[in-house]
């Protein structure tokens, strides 16, 4: 089992910039991917970026690349998200997850095992 707990989220005016954390506990990540999803009202759940632990490579949703960064640390078991130029339009509830590295795709919410109970980003226009 993967425990998953977010934090960083708030209101924010459009311009400006948010740091998620989502700290990880349970089990060595290594043979992990980390992700970040998002969900907005009446919208499905969306796929933002994701980071293979064990290697560092990082993956990105088109409407982020150039705006948002996802990173990890080891030494905290903690992966981040860093969003800058925040618009409207990312406003959601934001999801950490963590799932196996060999599965299915890494694009797709239903291949990641693992999810934090999500918090609320708003940004305002």
């Known amino acids: 089992q993967v425990q998953l707990v977010e934090s960083g989220g708030g209101l924010v005016q459009a311009g400006g910039s948010l740091r998620l954390s989502c700290a990880a506990s349970?089990?060595?990540?290594?043979?992990?991917?980390m992700g970040w999803f998002r969900q907005a009202p009446g919208k499905e759940r969306e796929f933002v970026a994701t980071?293979?632990?064990?290697?560092?490579?990082?993956y990105y949703a088109d409407s982020v690349k150039g705006r948002f960064t996802i990173s990890r640390d080891n030494a905290k078991n903690t992966v981040y998200l860093q969003m800058n130029s925040l618009k409207p339009e990312d406003t959601a509830v934001y999801y950490c997850?963590?799932?196996?590295?060999?599965?299915?795709?890494?694009?797709?919410?239903?291949?990641?095992?693992?999810w934090g109970q999500g918090t609320q980003v708003t940004v305002s226009s």
């Open positions: 980071i293979s632990w064990g290697v560092g490579s990082t």
């Open positions: 349970g089990r060595t990540l290594s043979n992990y991917f």
């Open positions: 997850a963590a799932r196996r590295t060999f599965g299915g795709s890494i694009y797709s919410a239903t291949q990641y095992d693992y």
